[in-house]
């Protein structure tokens, strides 16, 4: 193999799979990035068993080749290359070359037969969604976090379907820790057409890299097959392997019907419980909500801190109504919501909180109650 | 013509052996309790060839007259108890009456007895069962039984005796838990002639302790004392720093008879909870006297199992005299342990015992079954085995000037040429500072004493020790309640488990219902715990009550948490201390309630007396 690649261009790709190449394993050829070039142009090829990434780019083939090289001192390498132009070649034995006139490196390389083999979109449907707002549905799913020896499915990955309802299509994506659960609808335009599909329950983790991998503008694909969740923009692909299990009925969850909406306004809500939140602590996470005659009283009380309360006017003509939250779950879901005033939606100390913007069904959030 | 026939008396007899004689070591716990049920104060063990080729217990005891010798081989034959009601109130080590024959069964094996009044000894020979001989032969009172070429007539079971050395280890090992128990009775151990073990009558049971566990166990001893309305609980336990790998030097004894108890064991260790390294066990002896109508020995022909009727009352009970035990300043010739707090637990309760906290309610026993118990069975459960009070009686003669306050003494009363014990410097602020080693250690000195505090491992101490405090004043526990509830699968042993444990377990912040069969939902977890999830965590739980009745779970998992946070919350090592710090986190160790090991069980000090740098530097020899 032997090949001239443009330093900015291998760089930008490599500093996409960086993620996916670093992380601690056992199967060392991981750690590498494939670099297959053939006549069209050159493959680059990385994966952590769980997600794998591919690209096809321009490039002047001088041979055909394959080779496995550890894609942490390649990029190190591209990155401080004093030259434009960088020439890979393989040599004997596996030895490869990465020269310019005035700087060679030789590094050792991996079997390339090794490399794990990367599911291929052959025959899906792709459908289109704008780069931005998969982005912000990812970003508000994956929120939603579990510690790291989690195995429940329903947990580690996040829900995504198609949903019709009354007139409109959606993209639904829904993720919960079972303290708390968001849901994130995307409204499908007539470009958008996506094949209805059973849910499937997507890998936080894998779409933590999504987000890594997608710029901030322009339009991407999206499809499922099989077991695989498939990203692709332009030239380059990202796969995820789907988990296996059942994402627990949440429709029921969704029903507002039976309870009470107040409006707030959202920024004073937000900095009110970031306030209270500073007395809180491990031990003691809760704080307590007093729905009382036309106000809000958050309180909370820490024995080893001290204690905070704080007065909100609201609408409010109902029976007074005391639930402890933990503030932090309000917090992230306040974070996300961009209209000026949000509705909670409560029914009493039993029963989950629904945060929502004012005038949308898009951004959902269902938190439970804590008893103290 | 009939299929089924009642078996011939040699082959049953055979057959209760496979039971009852396992191997030498069983034929010589079997003679030896005999020979202590028979009120000997001198028995004698002689074994050769790790019990293969002989064994001969002989003792000084009432013997036994021609007729009842002759008796005594048959099968159910036993002067041990009489009638139906004697088999709930056993005071005896033995009473099934099946040992003799079952050894009989399987030996070439002589009884020679004398009572003292017949004019002259009896002696039977039994071969495999069969009476060959019976005769007049001359012998002192007391009696004399040998059981030779053990399995001589099963040769499976020969085959599978382990070496000699094995053999006899199992047998010195019975002779060992026996002559624990009774401190009255001289034992002589023999192997093929040699003298192995001669432990003299002694009037301290102390003594007969350091007899037979070590001499190392004389300084490093805890006494144990509980007593409540029908339980009394007394020994001794070892200094957390002497741990064994096993619970093997564990040796229980329920009215005078050794037991092996899972639940017990879990007990005493949670009663050292925070003190011992995992996977270590202490050692230690300990009475359990109760009424004999509370427990059933008859579980096992070897009467190493038993069961109790209150025993979740028991194990809180057990924890709590050996938490209490460990609290108290060590075992000292002249100080009685009076911990105040002793009759307040007690263990079968008729009213709530106002000591114990929030935390520990839930696993206190049922107190539906107290008040209707007679108290009569007491006095004779209790006077039937003498379990010896802590640090009473005579050695309370023994320099009282002792007996002041350790506080009050700036230096450890060390006995000359003994290390100096921790629990004899319990005041930390008192101490100099020194400075900070490494920035890691803390170097203090008293008089006599260097010490060096590892000061993560105290600081880890102080903070979880005040996480834990905290948490027990909580009147409530907060608890997360789940969106979706957790759906947890229990077989049928551990799903009844639960189902018990489901208000306690609601009263600690999970909410858990019962679904239909073996099924759960679990609605909410303590909020200490939200981040965990919940079916491994019940099924732990479940799974070590069911195992051994005993049930530390929750608890125990709160605290793996608190130990964790107190971890991230402790000061680190290679962190600069100033003087101020240093004095402040003294001060803090002063008031933990076990100020010596972190959390996770190592120690956070250790010391030099004077005497030990001076042995080093060869000033003193």
């Not at chain 2, 009727?309 to 010739?333: E, H, K, M, Y």
């Amino acid at each position: 193999m032997k090949t001239i690649f443009t330093k900015s261009e291998l760089l930008d790709v490599l500093s996409k799979v960086q993620g996916l190449t670093n992380r601690k394993t056992s199967l060392a050829i991981t750690e590498n990035v494939l670099i297959q070039t053939t006549e069209g142009g050159v493959t680059i090829t990385a994966t952590d068993l769980e997600t794998g990434f591919e690209g096809i780019y321009p490039a002047t083939v001088a041979t055909e080749g394959i080779i496995a090289i550890n894609s942490r001192k390649l990029y190190d390498i591209v990155k401080m290359f004093p030259a434009d132009q960088i020439n890979i070649e393989e040599l004997e034995n596996r030895w490869v070359a990465i020269t310019s006139e005035a700087v060679e490196y030789h590094l050792v390389t991996m079997t390339p037969d090794d490399f794990p083999d990367i599911p291929r979109a052959d025959e899906i449907d792709f459908f289109e969604m704008e780069t931005a707002a998969l982005k912000d549905m990812i970003e508000k799913s994956v929120a939603i976090s579990v510690a790291g020896d989690e195995k429940r499915a329903h947990m580690i990955g996040v829900n995504f379907e198609t949903v019709s309802e009354a007139d409109n299509d959606y993209i639904r994506m829904v993720s919960t820790d079972i303290k708390r659960l968001t849901k994130v609808d995307y409204v499908c335009d007539s470009k958008t057409k996506p094949a209805a599909n059973e849910n499937v329950i997507i890998p936080k983790k894998g779409l933590n890299e999504v987000n890594r991998f997608l710029a901030q503008d322009g339009t991407v694909e999206v499809g499922v097959q099989s077991n695989h969740f498939f990203v692709r923009k332009d030239n380059e692909t990202l796969v995820i392997n789907l988990l296996d299990g059942e994402f627990p009925p949440y429709r029921d969850l969704l029903n507002i019907q039976t309870a009470y909406d107040v409006l707030f306004p959202r920024e004073p809500l937000l900095m009110m419980l970031k306030r209270m939140s500073i007395v809180t602590s491990e031990e003691y996470k809760a704080v307590i909500f007093n729905y009382e005659n036309n106000a809000l009283q958050v309180r909370a009380v820490n024995p080893n801190v001290g204690e905070s309360k704080e007065k909100i006017a609201i609408d409010y003509d109902r029976e007074s109504l005391e639930v402890a939250f933990n503030p932090r779950y309000f917090i992230d879901a306040l974070n996300f919501i961009e209209s000026e005033n949000v509705l909670l939606n409560i029914v009493d100390g039993e029963h989950p909180c629904i945060v929502r913007g004012e005038n949308t069904s898009s951004y959902f959030n269902i938190i439970m109650p804590m008893k103290i | 013509m009939s299929k089924i026939k009642i078996l011939p008396e040699i082959l049953s007899n055979k057959i209760a052996a496979g039971e009852v004689v396992e191997r030498p070591a069983s034929v010589v716990k079997e003679l030896v309790e005999n020979a202590v049920d028979a009120g000997s104060s001198r028995i004698t063990i002689e074994i050769g060839q790790g019990g293969r080729s002989m064994i001969r217990v002989s003792d000084n005891g009432l013997g036994m007259a021609h007729d009842d010798a002759l008796l005594a081989i048959e099968r159910y034959a036993t002067s041990k108890i009489y009638s139906d009601p004697d088999l709930h109130a056993i005071a005896t080590l033995g009473f099934r009456g099946e040992a003799l024959p079952s050894i009989a069964a399987v030996s070439k094996f002589t009884l020679t007895t004398n009572d003292g009044q017949s004019n002259a000894a009896t002696r039977i020979y039994v071969e495999g069962g069969k009476i060959r001989q019976v005769d007049e032969t001359g012998a002192p009172p007391g009696t004399m039984i040998s059981a030779d070429q053990l399995f001589f007539n099963t040769p499976a079971r020969r085959k599978f005796l382990k070496t000699v050395n094995t053999e006899m280890g199992h047998i010195a090992d019975v002779v060992s838990s026996l002559a624990l128990a009774r401190k009255d009775i001289q034992f002589r151990l023999f192997h093929n002639d040699r003298m192995v073990k001669n432990w003299p009558a002694v009037n301290d049971p102390v003594d007969r302790m350091v007899d037979v566990l070590g001499r190392e166990f004389r300084s490093g001893l805890y006494p144990v004392s509980l007593a409540g309305a029908y339980l009394s609980i007394n020994g001794w336990i070892s200094d957390p720093a002497i741990t064994r790998r096993t619970s093997q030097k564990i040796y229980i004894y329920v009215n005078g008879r050794f037991i092996r108890n899972r639940g017990i064991y879990y007990a005493i260790l949670d009663g050292y909870k925070g003190r011992l390294m995992k996977g270590r066990y202490p050692v230690g002896v300990l009475f359990l006297s109760l009424p004999p109508a509370e427990v059933d020995v008859n579980v096992h022909p070897t009467k190493h199992e038993v069961r109790f009727s209150n025993q979740r009352g028991l194990f809180q009970a057990i924890r709590t005299a050996v938490a209490q035990a460990l609290q108290s300043p060590g075992w000292q010739p002249a100080q009685p342990t009076q911990s105040p707090r002793i009759e307040e637990s007690v263990v079968f309760p008729e009213k709530k015992s106002s000591s114990s906290s929030q935390s520990e309610e839930p696993v206190a026993s049922p107190p539906s079954e107290a008040p209707g118990k007679p108290k009569a069975p007491l006095k004779r459960g209790s006077s039937i085995i003498k379990t010896e009070p802590a640090g009473h009686g005579d050695m309370e003669t023994k320099g009282p000037g002792e007996t002041e306050k350790l506080s009050d003494t700036s230096r450890p009363e060390t006995p000359p040429g003994e290390q100096a014990r921790l629990w004899q410097q319990p005041e930390f602020s008192r101490l100099s500072v020194i400075g900070q080693f490494h920035n890691t250690y803390i170097l203090c000195e008293s008089e006599s004493v260097l010490y060096v505090i590892d000061q993560h491992a105290a600081h880890e101490r102080i903070v979880y020790e005040k996480l834990l405090r905290q948490r027990r004043e909580a009147s409530v526990q907060p608890s997360q309640s789940f969106l979706i509830p957790e759906t947890i699968e229990l077989n049928y042993r551990e799903s009844a488990v639960i189902n018990e444990m489901i208000p306690d377990l609601v009263h600690m912040g999970i909410a858990i219902e019962p679904f239909g069969g073996n099924t759960f939902i679990v609605k909410s977890l303590p909020s200490i715990l939200s981040g965990e999830s919940a079916g491994p965590l019940i099924t732990e739980i479940a799974e070590t009550v069911a195992d051994s009745g005993y049930a530390p779970g929750l608890e125990e998992t709160i605290e793996q948490c608190l130990i964790l946070m107190a971890c991230h919350g402790a000061i680190r090592a290679n962190h600069y201390l100033s003087e101020k710090e240093i004095q402040a986190l003294l001060k803090q160790l002063d008031q933990c309630e076990n100020p010596y090991h972190c959390p996770h069980g190592r120690p956070t000090l250790i010391q030099w007396p004077i005497e030990s740098l001076e042995k080093r530097f060869r000033r003193t020899l």
